[in-house]
């Protein structure tokens, strides 16, 4: 199956720096999700991003498909941003994600 | 719309008991998916469902059993719970077997096994 790779595997950073988050991936996929895991549990839906780049406020996302890797931007963090980032893939049609372990991400005020 | 909704939110369960856990959408979409979390791990697939009236393994599928009860509902069962079923349990959902394939998720059920 389709191995999924995360770095780094944890961030410390102060309140209002930039991180870039990466996600290496062994095969094609048509379906690339980032998520972030709040401190409560919660899975909340960043971007689905097979291909190409998108913004959304404060973060962005870009992936290159012929590369295997997506990269995640978080600029002038704050403490909310706070949790476990995911990045998960499958290669289409109605297949399960196989996810990363994740980047875990701590935002000090 | 509500989304994904799971129940219950917390369970403890002994060893050798049974329990279902229970997923419902209602944003009309065809496929959906049980994944459990262990601690400092990413998810994995249980089982899935692409459309009504089929389902298939994922990669930890033993000691599971599903059922898809109609387009919104999609069950979880354990029939003699381990403690190596403890986890977090959670559903997914998505619109199309097309394009795009973006996946949903549920709050989450918190299983302990003792």
């Known amino acids: 199956g389709i191995q999924v790779e995360q770095s780094p595997p944890d961030l410390i950073l102060q309140e209002g720096a930039n991180s870039t988050l990466r996600c290496n991936f062994s095969d094609s996929v048509n379906n690339l999700q980032w998520f972030h895991q709040n401190p409560w549990g919660q899975l909340i839906n960043l971007f689905y991003?097979?291909?190409g780049t998108k913004q959304n406020g404060r973060l962005s996302a870009t992936t290159v498909a012929t590369e295997r890797y997506s990269l995640l931007y978080i600029s002038s963090s704050q403490t909310t941003d706070s949790g476990v980032y995911f990045c998960?893939?499958?290669?289409?049609?109605?297949?399960?994600?196989?996810f990363g372990k994740g980047t875990h991400l701590i935002i000090q005020p | 719309n509500a989304g994904v909704t799971q129940t219950p939110k917390f369970q403890v369960l002994k060893t050798g008991q049974s329990m279902t856990l229970q997923c419902a959408q209602d944003?009309?979409?065809?496929?959906m998916y049980w994944y459990r979390q262990d601690p400092g791990m990413g998810l994995r697939l249980i089982y899935y469902?692409?459309?009504?009236?089929?389902?298939d393994k994922g990669e930890v599928p033993n000691g599971y059993n599903v059922s898809r009860l109609n387009k919104r509902e999609f069950s979880l069962r354990l029939e003699s719970a381990a403690p190596s079923q403890t986890s977090v349990y959670f559903c997914a959902s998505q619109l199309y077997s097309l394009s795009p394939y973006e996946q949903y998720f549920g709050p989450g059920t918190r299983l302990t096994v003792t």
């Open positions: 469902s692409a459309s009504e009236g089929t389902t």
């Open positions: 944003m009309n979409h065809n496929s």
């Open positions: 991003i097979p291909s």
């Open positions: 998960a893939v499958a290669p289409g049609g109605a297949d399960g994600l196989t």
